[in-house]
């Protein structure tokens, strides 16, 4: 049963608009949420994460939103830059490891 | 400073081959973790280990163990491998706190079993 679901499994967005990319979630007993990014033939690195007891972080450009009652978690990018083309995963951090989403596939064509 | 390294980058095996799997950090982080990638699913949990001399399994245990040699390394052995672990392997490695887990992963070795 997946926890954590990635339901966009590509995006494609052109350069310099807003990459709006998607999770939800199931397990409402969550720590925090976390984003990472991956590019091809490397390890995931982390991007931004968020508390329980927040509903929006910022870090320049990047920004994650926490709806809890919707039980919905969303990563924007603004503006997007060819060099966000990767595949992105969400996780939710509960207990004592990372669940991950299965990962949406950004790409910012010029 | 490194990170996470992990070695061999590539490795081939044949049905029922055993190898290990080797990952180090440093950055002196307590907890330590072994995923596996495959098309569509994400990142799965293997084994994690939250502390040096402490071990458990995660998601997807089966056909593989592991060994917490020290704070710095952490091992994943597959005894008699199967086609079914072929895969990526990622090691990450954290210092988690009550508020956050902020995990940083190694380059993968991409597994081939035939």
């Known amino acids: 049963d997946q926890q954590v679901k990635q339901n966009s499994p590509s995006l494609s967005v052109q350069e310099g608009r807003i990459s709006i990319l998607n999770c939800d979630y199931t397990n409402s007993m969550f720590d925090y949420f976390l984003w990472y990014k991956k590019y091809p033939a490397e390890g995931p690195t982390f991007l931004i994460s968020i508390s329980s007891i927040k509903d929006k972080n910022e870090d320049g450009r990047f920004t994650v939103f926490l709806n809890k009652s919707a039980k919905h978690l969303s990563l924007h990018i603004v503006p997007s830059q060819p060099g966000d083309s990767a595949v992105y995963f969400c996780?939710?951090?509960?207990?004592?490891?990372?669940?991950f989403g299965t990962g949406t596939r950004l790409q910012v064509f010029p | 400073n490194a990170g996470v390294t992990q070695t061999p980058k590539f490795q081939v095996l044949k049905t029922g081959q055993s190898m290990t799997l080797q990952c180090a950090q440093d950055m002196n982080h307590n907890s330590m973790y072994w995923y596996r990638q495959d098309p569509g699913m994400g990142l799965r949990l293997i084994y994690y280990s939250a502390s040096e001399g402490t071990t458990d399994k995660g998601e997807v245990p089966n056909g593989y163990n592991v060994s917490r040699l020290n704070k710095r390394e952490f091992s994943l052995r597959l005894e008699s491998a199967a086609p079914s672990q072929t895969s990526v392997y990622f090691c990450?490695?954290?210092?988690?706190?009550?508020?956050?887990?902020?995990?940083?992963f190694g380059p993968g070795t991409r597994l081939t079993v035939l």
């Open positions: 990450a490695s954290s210092d988690r706190t009550v508020y956050t887990d902020t995990q940083y």
């Open positions: 996780a939710e951090g509960n207990t004592d490891k990372l669940i």
